[in-house]
């Protein structure tokens, strides 16, 4: 069985309420353990109220929703080192400092954040089996567990070159971070970061301790100035305590396809074509990029979720002419 997670801000909770609805339409509740929705807000408790009003959305999924805030998975752990003054304030406190709160949890920096709280997402996990979700992943078809992990239990992932400036400094920071002396130059791939995102629970676990051993905590890395990602990290770990991933990744057959604000045009009706002729498991949708798209790919996303018996009408609001 599998563990569905997202981790959600204010600002997603229409989309997450259109991947209620997906999931509650896609994936047979046989086939999951619980479905994980954990905060990342400075204030839990107004998104807790909005969170409430959307349980409904899941269906047959609702009585195994589990709403959670940041607390529940990131503190009350047993710690290795005593907590610094930076954790104390700036980490677990920072809503209380003026001028430096920010969105996240407990004022934290609510990207950073988020990372830090999908690899703890796994304390709160009771199956080994977990597939991370951004709340802007709305499915399209049948979620088939066997698509996302093998017979030997391991992850499908997709796999990327490190080319991007930004997936190359992803990597090296999550090394350094792990302290494995391989250069990037070295490594022609690594296992992905798009999501949905499979992976083992015990391999999650275990970059929480190495983390721990080294920075005090998983959210003081993500608050601090190093900037790994956390998909880099587990790769990192693989790196470090197997010399390679095949213990825990064998190689997903497919592509995951989302949306970013970030995307020209050119770019969009690419991923458009190809998610009408072989949709994937689900479209992201940045929430910032939907006001960006022409009027001939707000009604060509709209079809793509109306052929999966979703209506996103109302999310994308009333037509415009170009």
Request: charged letters at 25%.
């Amino acid at each position: 069985m599998l563990t569905l997670v997202t981790i959600v801000f204010s600002g997603d909770v229409e989309l997450l309420r259109y991947q209620a609805r997906s999931i509650a339409r896609f994936v047979a509740p046989d086939d999951i353990a619980e479905v994980l929705v954990i905060m990342n807000d400075v204030d839990e408790t107004g998104l807790r109220a909005e969170l409430n009003e959307i349980a409904p959305e899941y269906g047959a999924l609702a009585g195994k929703l589990r709403i959670l805030g940041g607390d529940d998975v990131l503190l009350g752990v047993t710690r290795s080192r005593r907590r610094t003054p930076f954790e104390f304030l700036y980490v677990e406190h920072r809503n209380r400092l003026p001028f430096l709160a920010s969105k996240g949890w407990r004022g934290g920096n609510g990207y950073r954040m988020q990372q830090a709280l999908k690899l703890a997402s796994a304390r709160a996990a009771s199956t080994d089996r977990m597939l991370i979700l951004d709340a802007k992943n709305i499915l399209l078809r049948n979620l088939d567990p066997a698509e996302f992990f093998d017979d030997q239990n391991r992850a499908c992932a997709v796999y990327n070159v490190p080319e991007p400036v930004y997936h190359r400094s992803w990597l090296r920071h999550s090394l350094r971070a792990l302290d494995v002396p391989v250069d990037i130059d070295d490594i022609p791939e690594t296992t992905g970061y798009e999501t949905p995102y499979p992976v083992n629970r015990q391999l999650m676990l275990r970059v929480l301790d190495e983390v721990a051993q080294r920075f005090g905590s998983v959210q003081a890395l993500f608050a601090s100035k190093k900037r790994p990602s956390e998909f880099m990290l587990l790769f990192a770990s693989c790196l470090k305590n197997e010399g390679n991933v095949g213990r825990w990744y064998s190689r997903y057959q497919g592509r995951h396809l989302g949306i970013w604000k970030e995307y020209g045009a050119e770019t969009i009706n690419g991923i458009l074509d190809e998610a009408e002729s072989r949709p994937p498991l689900t479209l992201g949708l940045h929430r910032n990029a939907i006001a960006q798209f022409s009027q001939q790919q707000r009604s060509r996303i709209i079809g793509i979720y109306d052929s999966a018996g979703l209506d996103l009408r109302p999310l994308f609001g009333p037509e415009t002419t170009d």
